[in-house]
């Protein structure tokens, strides 16, 4: 079974495993009214740990999902993100995330966090496409997406709203990345 990395370092951020110790800072990003205006929601208490509940359940049954995104320096949270399966059902596509603290935002952690959680998909998944959601409003998050390389495909009902949806197949990934002359994927997958 294919399964990513449950600690993983990129040159700015230390990726690890969401769960249970994770629910304080979940709560503090999702109580910060930038973050719920761009995700579209300011979920209560219970939502987060559902939604914390949920998440770590896709660790053990799929072997992936979205990671808590720190600091690699001083270990403090910056927010959570990655890939996490789409269906409950193991499906050969994922839902690409990302909600970092404001104080984060400007400096190209989040599509450092997207092109890599991508490279890992593809790489080490072996996924034929990664989708993303977000709010039509939602321009930082379009453009995290398009940086990544994945492009608009319309728009579709998700999480109880209407929201633009976004897609890269691997083989477009694999072209793009041969023509930008990023580092090669092995290199995005090491760890």
Request: aromatic share 6%; glycine share 10%.
């Amino acid at each position: 079974m294919m399964q990513l990395p449950e600690r993983f370092r990129t040159p700015r951020l230390l990726l690890t495993r969401i769960g249970p110790d994770d629910l304080k800072d979940l709560v503090c990003l999702h109580r910060q009214a930038q973050v719920a205006a761009g995700l579209g929601c300011a979920p209560a208490d219970e939502e987060i740990v559902t939604q914390l509940e949920h998440l770590a359940g896709q660790w053990e049954q799929h072997r992936f999902g979205w990671w808590a995104v720190r600091d690699p320096a001083s270990g403090r949270f910056i927010g959570r993100g990655g890939l996490r399966p789409l269906t409950p059902e193991i499906s050969a596509e994922a839902e690409l995330g990302c909600a970092l603290l404001p104080e984060y935002w400007n400096r190209g952690l989040a599509t450092e966090l997207a092109k890599v959680s991508v490279a890992q998909g593809f790489v080490r998944l072996h996924l034929e496409q990664v989708v993303g959601f977000t709010l039509p409003s939602n321009s930082r998050a379009r453009r995290i997406m398009e940086k990544t390389g994945l492009r608009s495909d319309g728009s579709t009902a998700h999480a109880g709203a209407q929201r633009a949806l976004y897609r890269l197949t691997a083989a477009s990934w694999r072209v793009g990345t041969s023509r930008t002359h990023e580092r090669p994927p092995e290199e995005l997958v090491a760890g």
